[in-house]
């Protein structure tokens, strides 16, 4: 627990966080600034937090003294829209320098099928939150007394609030396999994936209910049974499937973008009955509560009792 923790945990508030810390630790502040801009004098860059109450969002500048840099936010994969980026270009534009930096988990290959270069003719950067956390690692090594106290509260705060899902949590994303292929084609089917290549993968931003943030765990059933558990050990977010495996045929359902998940070796314990008919739900399950129930259905129970107030 940190003292961010009593913020909260919207976009927003890790804004605030960052800013909180980068104004009383000045070598996580020059850090970040000689990564975005390597060119400037980081010894003179000074911040401020502002809430722009028509727009319903708080950002955060970095003055540089003859640039400005401005930060938008986002949690999980997502992207800032240029509309909300558009709105930050003419504070940049009126300094007469300076850029626009997207922070969100999402990579920056992904970020650069997305993004534009510019905004208004503001240069636009995408960083992701673990550059952020390899600078505030190598900060955290650097400081002392106080300094040091704030850089270890904001380690701990964005543990928490970057991925919804903290490292040890044990919720399952249960999903059923089939045997048809990709695009109606190509070397493998969606079975053969997971069982032979350790991967899986959904739709990222269209489609109906599929996470937007990557689950720890993920469960694959098939023949009345959940057939194998496994840690996600990656993920990333590719524009199209035919990325990574250009046999499969390009449609409409295998060119739109997909998160991609390279899975861990199977835990033990599998397989165990459905115990109902859930043809292709997906489903959220504690892993205790697969592991050691005697179907999925009781596992489900048994979720759905732990998790209920």
């Not at 028509?54 to 500048?61: I, M, Y």
């Not at 938008?72 to 940049?92: F, H, I, M, N």
């Not at 931003?205 to 937007?212: I, V």
């Amino acid at each position: 627990m940190s003292v961010f923790d009593l913020l909260g945990l919207s976009e927003n508030d890790l804004t605030s966080a960052l800013a909180f810390a980068l104004a009383r630790c000045p070598g996580l502040l020059h850090r970040l600034v000689l990564r975005i801009r390597p060119g400037v004098g980081a010894n003179v860059a000074s911040l401020r937090l502002e809430a722009r109450h028509e727009l319903g969002r708080t950002d955060l500048e970095i003055d540089c003294g003859s640039e400005l840099i401005v930060f938008e936010a986002k949690r999980g994969w997502l992207l800032p829209d240029q509309t909300q980026l558009s709105a930050y270009a003419p504070r940049v534009i009126e300094r007469g320098g300076g850029m626009l930096v997207s922070l969100s988990d999402a990579s920056v290959t992904w970020a650069k099928q997305i993004l534009p270069d510019t905004i208004e003719g503001v240069p636009l950067l995408h960083l992701p939150w673990a550059l952020i956390r390899e600078d505030l690692d190598a900060a955290r090594h650097e400081a002392h007394g106080h300094q040091r106290l704030w850089l270890d509260e904001l380690h701990s705060f964005l543990r928490r609030a970057i991925k919804v899902l903290d490292p040890a949590d044990a919720w399952t994303y249960c999903v059923a396999i089939s045997t048809s292929r990709p695009g109606d084609g190509g070397l493998r089917t969606y079975r053969d994936f997971v069982v032979d290549e350790g991967v899986y993968f959904h739709p990222y931003g269209w489609g109906s209910g599929w996470p937007k943030t990557a689950p720890n765990f993920l469960a694959f059933r098939w023949d009345a049974h959940v057939q194998q558990v496994n840690r996600v050990q990656h993920y990333e977010i590719a524009p199209n499937l035919q990325t990574h495996w250009p046999d499969i045929p390009a449609t409409p359902d295998t060119t739109q973008p997909v998160a991609i998940y390279r899975l861990g070796p199977a835990l033990p314990g599998m397989p165990i009955p459905t115990g109902k008919q859930y043809r292709a739900s997906r489903l959220w399950v504690l892993l205790d509560q697969l592991l050691t129930s005697p179907s999925l259905a009781e596992a489900l129970e048994g979720t759905k009792s732990l998790s209920t107030p």
